[in-house]
């Protein structure tokens, strides 16, 4: 989900990614595509988990000073939220800063 200002040369953007729980019931362990042993394992009840739900908010922006010339930033996972993408076992990027120019000849 997006939402965005726009006004002659500047430019805003903010976006929430998301991702539902996938609860241990719903994986396929029939053909074990899923990867279960991925996720977080439950000492208690001594099974796994399933994929827990999460978000970030990100920001972006960019200004073209002229016709040659545009900055851009952006700002991800805005809260240091730490969640893995479905299946798989790398956690993804922590709060990250990023910056460039486009400079066209």
């Given at each position: 989900?997006?939402?965005?200002?726009?006004?002659?040369?500047?430019?805003?953007?903010?976006?929430?990614?998301?991702?539902?729980?996938?609860?241990?019931?719903?994986?396929?362990?029939?053909?074990?595509?899923?990867?279960?042993?991925?996720?977080?394992?439950?000492?208690?009840t001594?099974?796994?988990?399933?994929?827990?739900?999460?978000?970030?908010?990100?920001?972006?922006?960019?200004?073209?000073?002229?016709?040659?010339?545009?900055?851009?930033?952006?700002?991800?996972?805005?809260?240091?939220?730490?969640?893995?993408?479905?299946?798989?076992?790398?956690?993804?990027?922590?709060r990250?800063?990023?910056?460039?120019?486009?400079?066209?000849?």
């Amino acid at each position: 989900m997006e939402v965005g200002f726009e006004r002659e040369r500047f430019q805003l953007g903010l976006n929430w990614k998301f991702n539902g729980k996938k609860q241990l019931k719903d994986y396929n362990f029939i053909e074990g595509i899923d990867n279960i042993e991925q996720t977080p394992y439950n000492l208690v009840t001594e099974s796994y988990y399933g994929n827990p739900n999460w978000s970030t908010f990100n920001f972006n922006a960019s200004y073209k000073l002229n016709s040659k010339i545009t900055f851009y930033t952006s700002l991800d996972n805005i809260f240091d939220t730490h969640y893995k993408e479905f299946a798989s076992s790398i956690s993804a990027s922590g709060r990250n800063l990023s910056l460039a120019v486009s400079i066209n000849l």
